[in-house]
């Protein structure tokens, strides 16, 4: 049986979309891998990019990638609301189908290895692949982000893991990891105020002393006038989407604000999901064994 992986690509473009047309393209062209998602934010400045496939497809298709990426972005030149470190700021690998965690760190080591030798990128391992518990979390290799860079590469405690000391000039640096399947969740805020974004992720957030599984901010989405409280759920078998979303409607209330929506970017495990729809709809039998999808399968073209 093949043995299936994803990667979650984050690459620093949200607003061209020619050029991330470009960058996308090796993944549409490989053998072997499946382009199943592209998702651009403006105010993120920030595409996340989803991708199925084999262990060597996939070698082959994000080198491709992330050559034509350095080619097409410069950071010198990027702002936007998502915090980034790289052009191609996060290179994560998930186990899907017949392959184990510890094959996903070793292909992140394998592909570190390439952008390093082959791109002069230095790169950071982070999650599962992270030499050093330090280096586990992803928010504390990006911080200080691109401008900071060079100053924390100076650190001892922070040079890179391979690649070059230094960052590169328009490109940073990059972390690969092996880790489980996260969802990227955003909850939309009625309000521009930015410290009640900012109050309420803090109130939610593992680090401050919230929920154990979630990595959450307050940012400002200035195009649509409201703020987003936007977090990664990293295990929601631990920690539910309704359970977060209940919580942030909860706290919003204290400030007399109103949730507007919410969204999911890139992909998104059904169970997810189907635990928040018998919440919401208080069913008394679960779900599992029910939906057609999952009992049939979905053929793609």
Known sequence: MKQIIETVINYSEGKDVEKVNRIVAPFKQTQGVKLVNVEMDKDYHRVVVSVFGEKEGLKQSILESCRIAIKEIDLNHHSGEHARMGAIDVIPLIPISNVSMQECIDLSYQIGEMLAKQLQLPIYFYEKSAKTPQRENLAVIRKGEFEGLSAKMGKSEWI??????????????????????????????????????????????????????????????????????????????????????????????????????????????????????????????????????????????
């Open 160 to 301: 890179p893991d391979v690649g070059p000391s230094s960052p590169h000039p328009t490109a940073g640096a990059t972390a690969v990891g092996a880790r489980m399947p996260l969802v990227a969740y955003n909850i939309d805020l009625a309000t521009e105020n930015l410290s009640v974004a900012q109050s309420i992720a803090k109130c939610i957030r593992h680090s401050n002393g919230g929920f154990r599984y979630i990595k959450a901010g307050g940012v400002a989405i200035k195009e649509r006038g409201i703020t987003q409280v936007t977090m990664n759920i990293t295990d929601y078998t631990q920690t539910s989407i309704y359970r977060v979303f209940e919580t942030v409607k909860m706290e919003a209330a204290r400030y007399g604000v109103a949730i507007t929506g919410s969204e999911i970017v890139g992909l998104v495990p059904m169970q997810a999901l189907l635990d928040s729809a018998s919440y919401y709809l208080q069913l008394t039998h679960l779900l599992e064994g029910k939906v057609i999808e999952t009992l049939v399968g979905v053929e793609d073209e």
